[in-house]
Each structure stands twice: as structure tokens, then as C-alpha cells.
């Protein structure tokens, strides 16, 4: 029973202490989350944002509520955690791809432990640097109304003075969520950033899902309207399958043989396996291109403000609310990149092979070594085509529940694409490691029972 799973992990005191301290932690994120930016008129702010949604402008406003979702802020409400932590997951994605083309960083990583805490240390120079970028452009934007077609900052308040010193503060706010998810991932349970994210993701949720059910509890119980209980019923058994589809791809292993040619003899009886996950990427490819995209609107939008084109309007228009065919077309083909650049970074095949070799281990039918090592690579570039084709087309399915049931497009995110996706991978990872505790101090595991 899951209960009696959860009173056991109660009584192993260092999960407990884990527990608590990112409970905390989670929690001076939400009040964080509500802080407003003091120089900026929240109401106005919130009119012009319905007033665009009303007219049909509703990319900015989509544009919004993308930021919102993937980088565990509230970009709408411009508070001091507006930018999130998506600055510091766009410095990690730059050093991650420098570290591949850029020798003297490639050197760095293969320090160990002391490399890595370099290579921390610099994304963390990277992200103050891109905070202060993007938060300035976008004071600037929210003051000349560029981005809302007004400006939206008190009166008094409107001068470079207070766009600094507003910029500099949204910049401490993206620190502070660094900080946050560090010390999650150091003391408390879980990946931080994943967790900040999910947590973003989570929290929206009322609000996207309380219109339908207001709907049905105003109008009554009615059949065939567009927001009957039979239209009802279709989307929570449509969210159900593909929360299953979801748990089942990231869970699908490919097991590869192995043989120890100590024991060759006991092999028929005694059989192991090494499991290759089809995702092996994760969820990590649909966070790095999902933050990658948020780029071009960024720049074609400071383009756009200083160059009267209807090509760049239309370019705009198209990144920005994270739906037009553009938009698809590049997610997917990030979504490819960065699932084979993840998966190659993780997942080294020679020295897989040379560790077998080093065990008295093989492969049947393959000689140990570089034979090994080749087809252990192959099987991975199969599998991985999988996962991404599996990936990018978890993020079509949102696009296509909008087009086929009418239903705002904020509430089909959630059944795919990458919000669910996140939450799902972060539950799964979650799981997994209380299950780690459990086994570790000899209580029944979560996963295997008999």
C-alpha cells in the first residue's frame, strides 16, 4: 500500500530532515513568486493583458504564460522571480555545447569533481549576465510599450534609474532560484530545477482547469454542449491516456544481454541484463529547447520595435505564442537535436564496454572491446530516435486536442507537451528515489513487490 510506503519513509530520519528542508525551501519560492516589482502598475498591467487577449493579440499574452510555465515564474505579473530560473537552464545549455566544440572547457569537464564546480561557477557568471540582459530589454519594453502597445510603469518611476534598479532586482530573484535549487539538489529530495519547474507547472493548474468545471457546476448537468459532462468525461479519460503513454515511454528499457564469462556455465539459469532507456535523455531536451525558443521572440521583438517589416511581425507572431507551424517545426528538430547531444554526453558506449571488459563481462556474439562499444552505439541511436519521435510527438498533441475539441489552448498544455511531461519525469525521478530510501533501510520497495 502506498500509505504504509509513506509512514515508513516517515521514520527514516534523514529523509525526514530532506524532506522538510525542501518543503521549506519550496515554500519561500511561492511567497518569492507573488512579491510585484514596485515600479511597475500591476493593474494596468493586467487590464492591457486582457485587453490584447479580447482584441485577438493574445500572442504576447501566450508568449507569457510559456515563460511562466517552463521557467517557474510569473512573468505576467512582473515580480521580482519573473525570470525564473530559464537564464540559468540557457547559461547550462551554452556551456554544455561550448564544452563539446570548445577545447580548454572540454579539458575543464574532465577534472571530475573540481571540474564541474568550474563549470558551475561559470554558469553562474553567464546567468547574471543574461539575467541583466533580458530583464533590462524587458523593463524597457513594458516602459515604451513595445511589448503591451503602453507603457505600464507607475508615473515617477518611468526613468533609466528605476529600469536598472528593477532589472537588478529580477536578476537577484533568478540568483536566489539558483540558490534554491542547489541546495535542493545538495540536502533535499529531487532535482532542483525540476522541481521549481513542476511546481510552476502545478500551480497554474487551478486556474486553467476552474473555468470547465465552474462551467458545468453554473449550467448543470447537460449532454452534447461544449461544456457538458460528456465532453467532460472525454478529457479526463484523454488525460489519463496519456499520462499512461508518458509513464510507460519513460519507463521502456531495451535489456541487452550480458554474460560474465566467469560464470558462462550458470548463465541459463542465472540471466543479466543491462537496461538502456529509451528516454535516456529524459526530460531535458524539451526543457533546453523549449528555453531556446524563447530567444528568437526576445530578439525579433527588438527588431521589430526599430524595423517596420511584415516579414519580422509575422516571425514575431509566430514565436510567440508557441503553436504556429514555425514554432513546431523548430521545436521538433531541437527536441532531436538535443535528445542525440544528451544522450551522447550521458552515455559514453566505449566505456561502458571497457568496464564490462574490466568485470570479465561481454556481450554474446560480440568480442569485448571495440566490438562491444559499436554495438552498444547503435542500439542507442535507434532507441533515441524513439524517444525524440515519441518526445516531439507529445507536443503536437496539445496543438491537436485545441483543434479538434475547441478547448483554450493554456488548458490542452497540460495534456502533453512538455509541462506534462516535466511533471510526470519529476513524480517518476520522486518515486524512484524515496523507493531507493525504502530499500536501503530494508523497509518493502515501492516499485517491486511480489
Same mark, same amino acid.
Given at each position: ?40 502598475? %500591476? ?90 540582459? %533580458? ?68 500551480? %497554474? ?41 508518458? /509513464? ?7 535489456? @541487452? ?45 527588438? /527588431? ?76 542507442? /541511436? ?39 511531461? @516535466? /511533471? ?27
Amino acid at each position: 500500500m502506498m500509505i504504509d510506503s509513506a509512514l515508513n519513509l516517515m521514520k527514516i530520519p534523514d529523509y525526514r530532515r530532506k524532506l522538510l528542508l525542501t518543503a521549506v525551501l519550496m515554500l519561500v519560492y511561492r511567497m518569492g513568486f507573488w512579491i510585484p516589482l514596485p515600479v511597475v502598475d %500591476q493593474d494596468v498591467l493586467q487590464q492591457r493583458l486582457i485587453q490584447m487577449t479580447e482584441e485577438g493579440s493574445s500572442g504576447i499574452s501566450g508568449f507569457m504564460q510559456i515563460v511562466s510555465l517552463f521557467s517557474a515564474s510569473k512573468i505576467g505579473n512582473a515580480t521580482i522571480f519573473g525570470l525564473g530560473i530559464m537564464p540559468y537552464i540557457s547559461a547550462s545549455i551554452i556551456f554544455q555545447l561550448l564544452a563539446q566544440v570548445y577545447p580548454p572547457l572540454e579539458a575543464i569537464q574532465k577534472d571530475g569533481e573540481s571540474g564541474r564546480r568550474r563549470i558551475n561557477e561559470y554558469t553562474r557568471y553567464a546567468t547574471v549576465v543574461i539575467c541583466l540582459l %533580458q530583464s533590462f530589454v524587458w523593463m524597457r519594453g513594458l516602459s515604451s510599450g513595445a511589448i503591451l502597445g503602453a507603457s505600464v510603469l507607475l508615473p515617477g518611476f518611468d526613468t533609466w534609474y528605476w529600469q536598472l534598479s528593477a532589472s537588478i532586482g529580477m536578476t537577484c530573484g533568478t540568483l536566489v532560484l539558483v540558490w534554491i535549487a542547489e541546495q535542493i539538489d545538495a540536502f533535499g529530495i529531487g532535482n532542483g530545477v525540476s522541481l521549481l519547474i513542476m511546481a510552476g507547472i502545478v500551480a %497554474q493548474m487551478p486556474s486553467s482547469f476552474s473555468p470547465v468545471i465552474m462551467s458545468l457546476v453554473n449550467s448543470g448537468v447537460q449532454i452534447g454542449t461544449d461544456n457538458g459532462l460528456d465532453r467532460l468525461l472525454v478529457l479526463l479519460a484523454l488525460f489519463v491516456c496519456v499520462v499512461a503513454l508518458v /509513464v510507460l515511454v519513460s519507463q521502456a528499457q531495451r535489456k @541487452i544481454p550480458i554474460q560474465s564469462a566467469r560464470h558462462a556455465q550458470r548463465a541459463a539459469s542465472s540471466k543479466q541484463y543491462m537496461p538502456l532507456r529509451v528516454n535516456q535523455s529524459g526530460v531535458m531536451p524539451v526543457i533546453f529547447a523549449s528555453s531556446l525558443l524563447m530567444l528568437p521572440y526576445f530578439i525579433l521583438s527588438w /527588431v521589430n520595435s526599430h524595423l517596420d517589416s511584415s516579414i519580422v511581425r509575422t516571425l514575431t507572431d509566430a514565436f510567440s505564442g508557441g503553436r504556429g507551424f514555425l514554432y513546431t517545426v523548430s521545436f521538433v528538430l531541437l527536441v532531436f537535436f538535443f535528445c542525440y547531444f544528451w544522450t551522447a554526453v550521458t552515455f559514453n558506449p566505449k566505456e561502458i564496454a571497457s568496464n564490462l571488459k574490466d568485470h570479465g563481462s561481454f556481450i554474446p556474439g560480440y568480442r569485448p572491446g571495440a566490438r562491444s562499444a559499436k554495438y552498444l552505439e547503435s542500439v542507442m /541511436v535507434r532507441i533515441t530516435y524513439i524517444g525524440a519521435a515519441f518526445l516531439s510527438v507529445l507536443a503536437l498533441v496539445p496543438t491537436a486536442i485545441t483543434a479538434l475539441l475547441n478547448i483554450d489552448p493554456m488548458l490542452a498544455s497540460y495534456y502533453g507537451g512538455t509541462g506534462l511531461l @516535466i /511533471v510526470v519525469s519529476v513524480v517518476l525521478e520522486s518515486i524512484q528515489r524515496a523507493d531507493s530510501q525504502l530499500v536501503m533501510h530494508n523497509y518493502p520497495s515501492i516499485l517491486n513487490r511480489d
